[in-house]
């Protein structure tokens, strides 16, 4: 679940842009290389927030997990099965993205001010480069829209699939994944290109906080991902 503290973003960007100092590299302007260093210390900060908060985004897919055993328990215990080699139907797999996206979104929601914080604070920082600066201001904004995506109801929509005799999903599931796909379609892969295009605007000590980005995400999901595996174990148990 990834992004920001909230920082207010003319500070942010006076407090970095002091940062920059003289460490330009011989390929990048001075207004780039402060461009990628206020990119750099936000993101820094949003990934190491959203580290801290991985028990609160668990903690939130087991509230929904507790509503769904409420609300609508066992609403999927007849779904039909189907064997080894038979692919599931169009509509149980629409059925199952619904599910683990409304349960991954909440946990998600949990980030939405850091999120929505990190997007206004990015859209004021530009490069020479406008397809970077482009593709750094869409993926922040649809990942902070992504996470403020309310979530689905499920027990109504999975209750209008059983009653279709498990052939026709509800209208609320394909509106939700409709959105979901629009997001996805501004979210996948674009964080790669970011961190290919920025490499042309990095000095050394910028190179070193973009390695520390990544191994702090790469530490942060090997810890929480055996928690998050469970509490998405425990929405699949409440509904089947």
Same mark, same amino acid.
Not at 118 to 135: E, K
Not at 185 to 204: C, M, N, P, Q
């Given at each position: 679940? $990834? =992004?920001? @503290? !909230? +920082? /207010?973003?003319?500070?942010?960007?006076?407090?970095?842009?002091?940062? %920059?100092?003289?460490?330009?590299?011989?390929?990048?302007?001075?207004?780039?290389?402060a461009?990628?260093?206020?990119?750099?210390?936000a993101?820094y900060?949003?990934?190491r927030?959203e580290a801290?908060?991985?028990?609160k985004?668990?903690?939130a897919?087991?509230?929904?997990?507790?509503r769904?055993?409420?609300?609508?328990?066992?609403?999927?215990?007849n779904?039909?099965r189907f064997?080894?080699?038979?692919?599931?139907?169009?509509?149980?797999?629409?059925?199952s993205?619904e599910?683990?996206?409304?349960?991954?979104?909440?946990?998600?929601r949990?980030?939405r $001010? =850091?999120? @929505? !914080? +990190? /997007?206004?604070t990015?859209?004021?920082?530009?490069w020479s480069?406008? %397809?970077?600066?482009?593709l750094?201001?869409?993926?922040?904004?649809?990942e902070?829209?992504r996470?403020?995506?309310?979530?689905?109801d499920l027990?109504?929509d999975?209750?209008?699939?059983?009653?279709s005799?498990?052939?026709?999903?509800?209208?609320?599931?394909?509106?939700?994944?409709?959105?979901?796909?629009?997001?996805d379609?501004?979210?996948?892969?674009v964080?790669?290109?970011?961190?290919?295009?920025l490499a042309h605007?990095?000095?050394?000590?910028?190179r070193?906080?973009?390695r520390?980005?990544?191994e702090?995400?790469?530490?942060?999901l090997?810890?929480?991902?055996?928690?998050?595996?469970?509490?998405?174990?425990?929405?699949e148990?409440?509904?089947?």
């Amino acid at each position: 679940m $990834r =992004r920001l @503290r !909230a +920082f /207010a973003a003319t500070g942010l960007l006076a407090t970095l842009a002091a940062l %920059a100092g003289p460490l330009v590299p011989a390929s990048a302007s001075g207004s780039d290389a402060a461009a990628t260093r206020i990119y750099l210390h936000a993101d820094y900060a949003l990934v190491r927030a959203e580290a801290e908060g991985v028990p609160k985004a668990i903690a939130a897919i087991d509230a929904l997990a507790q509503r769904l055993r409420t609300q609508c328990p066992a609403v999927l215990a007849n779904e039909p099965r189907f064997p080894p080699g038979v692919p599931p139907s169009a509509s149980a797999l629409a059925v199952s993205e619904e599910v683990s996206d409304a349960a991954l979104g909440a946990g998600a929601r949990v980030e939405r $001010r =850091r999120r @929505r !914080a +990190f /997007a206004n604070t990015v859209a004021g920082v530009h490069w020479s480069d406008r %397809a970077l600066a482009r593709l750094v201001h869409a993926h922040a904004s649809a990942e902070a829209q992504r996470a403020e995506l309310p979530t689905p109801d499920l027990c109504s929509d999975m209750s209008v699939w059983v009653a279709s005799g498990y052939a026709t999903v509800a209208a609320g599931t394909a509106s939700y994944l409709r959105r979901e796909s629009a997001l996805d379609s501004e979210i996948e892969g674009v964080e790669v290109l970011v961190v290919r295009k920025l490499a042309h605007f990095e000095d050394a000590t910028d190179r070193h906080l973009a390695r520390r980005i990544a191994e702090l995400e790469r530490a942060a999901l090997a810890r929480a991902l055996d928690g998050l595996l469970t509490a998405l174990g425990r929405i699949e148990a409440a509904l089947h």
